[in-house]
C-alpha cells in the first residue's frame, strides 16, 4: 500500500499536491474501510517533532484546514508513533506498524 502512495506521488511530481492529498486519502478511506485515513505533515519546534493533519475524514467526509474552521496549532506529539520516528531516524521511505487493538499506523515519506 506504501508503495502505491509513493509512486503516486511521483507521477504526479508537478502536479497539485493539494488536490493529491484530498484524493488519495478518499480513495483509501473508500477501499480499505478504515476507521481514521489522515494526512499529516510533521513540524519541528525548537528540539520536538509534533504532526500535524492536514487532510482526514471525519463523519465520513474528506476535510482541510481550508474546508473547516479548525485549530492550525492543533499538534501531537510524534513521540505517540514509535514507528514514524524509527521511520525517521532511520530515513527509511515507509514504515507501517499494526497494534494490538488493529489500528494500522502507516507512514510514508514524499518529496
Known amino acids: 500500500m506504501l508503495s502505491l502512495l509513493h ?16 484524493s488519495v486519502i478518499s480513495a483509501l478511506y473508500q ?37 473547516q474552521e479548525t485549530d492550525p496549532d492543533e499538534k501531537e506529539p510524534l513521540s505517540r508513533y514509535p514507528v514514524l520516528v524509527d521511520c525517521i531516524q532511520q530515513k527509511k521511505s ?7 487493538d488493529g489500528m494500522t499506523i502507516s507512514g510514508c515519506r514524499f518529496g
Request: aromatic residues 8%; glycine residues 4%; negative net charge.
Open 31 to 67: 477501499i480499505t474501510g478504515a476507521r481514521q485515513v489522515r494526512a499529516l505533515d510533521i513540524v519541528h519546534i525548537q528540539t520536538m517533532l509534533f504532526i500535524q493533519k492536514k487532510v482526514w475524514v471525519e463523519n465520513g467526509k474528506v476535510m482541510s484546514f481550508d474546508d
Open 94 to 100: 515507509e514504515a507501517e506498524e499494526v497494534r494490538a
Open 7 to 22: 509512486y503516486i506521488t511521483e507521477i504526479t511530481r508537478n502536479r497539485d499536491h493539494a488536490l493529491l492529498d484530498f
